[in-house]
């Protein structure tokens, strides 16, 4: 390494402040400290970080790139340095993580003030949309829904659970539905965007099969949107058993087509996150949070 780690804090100070005297007065130390640090971190790169005029400052590409790593370097060697001299006792800081909707509203929100009594310093931003895929370049953590592609992320599998065909007690009897596989799925008439053109793979009375969704029914990117429909009578659908169990529990919704089952891991749920990353305390402190919750029996409190 070519470099001294004393000299990110003044590139990240001017970075962050827009300007050498402001960065000076953030740090501390004099304006030609500041300036001498910036130097030699740019001679020791061999790069130019930041172009300076009388007028201007501007961080060049080079520097938008060493400044984000830098950032990442001095935040976990920041805590890295409390935890040891026992500054700080709790994980603290920002993070920010994506959650599906559904995720969010039945299991996720009912705990968070669990979570801020656990983890007062920590300071969560969190971004909830229905097809919540993968980490995006805003966001730190990920909840995410359904087998995931091989990639760079590291995954931590938070819920296994199946995929239940269910429909409400008055169409199951009206239809006279029960345990028997049917001949066309034809009563299928809602189920989530995600199968979208997909052929799901099945196991029907031990036998293999395919259902094409390609150009059936409805389709809805959550799945409580799903279940509220399949319970006001809107035919059969399949969801994730823990957004059904307790619908079920209360003969709202009941279990159809038992004999009929999906392949492991289409309703598993992980959290993922960057491979190269270093956790910090206050991202495996989200990570663990999660994994408590997952393991809890029922959604909600």
């Not at 300036?35 to 971190?41: F, G, H, M, N, Q």
């Not at 994980?91 to 969010?104: I, K, M």
Request: glycine share 6%; charged share 25%; aromatic share 6%.
């Amino acid at each position: 390494m070519r470099w001294r780690i004393d000299d990110l804090f003044a590139l990240c100070a001017v970075v962050e402040t827009g300007g050498v005297t402001a960065a000076a007065l953030k740090l501390d130390c004099p304006k030609s400290t500041v300036s001498k640090a910036l130097s030699r971190l740019e001679a020791d790169l061999g790069l130019r970080l930041i172009e300076r005029t009388s007028r201007r400052l501007r961080v060049t590409p080079e520097g938008e790139a060493f400044f984000a790593r830098a950032s990442a370097i001095l935040e976990l060697a920041e805590e890295a340095d409390a935890m040891m001299l026992g500054m700080r006792s709790a994980p603290a800081g920002r993070v920010s993580l994506a959650l599906p909707t559904a995720f969010s509203r039945e299991i996720f929100a009912p705990r968070l003030a669990e979570f801020a009594e656990a983890y007062p310093e920590i300071e969560l931003d969190l971004i909830v949309s229905p097809g919540a895929s993968g980490v995006r370049e805003d966001c730190d953590l990920a909840v995410v829904v359904g087998p995931q592609p091989d990639s760079a992320l590291m995954q931590k599998v938070l819920l296994g659970g199946r995929l239940l065909w269910v429909a409400s007690p008055e169409y199951a009897l009206r239809h006279r539905l029960d345990s028997t596989p049917p001949d066309d799925f034809s009563e299928v008439r809602i189920y989530e965007t995600r199968f979208v053109g997909s052929s799901l793979a099945l196991d029907v009375s031990g036998k293999p099969r395919h259902l094409h969704l390609s150009a059936r029914g409805m389709s809805v990117n959550d799945p409580l949107t799903v279940r509220e429909a399949v319970r006001g009578g809107l035919g059969v659908s399949f969801l994730p058993e823990r957004y059904c169990e307790t619908a079920l529990a209360a003969g709202d919704l009941v279990e159809v087509w038992q004999e009929v089952r999906f392949s492991e891991g289409a309703a598993r749920v992980a959290v993922v996150f960057p491979g190269t990353r270093l956790l910090s305390p206050r991202f495996r402190a989200v990570i663990t949070f999660l994994e408590e919750i997952c393991r809890r029996p029922g959604a909600t409190p």
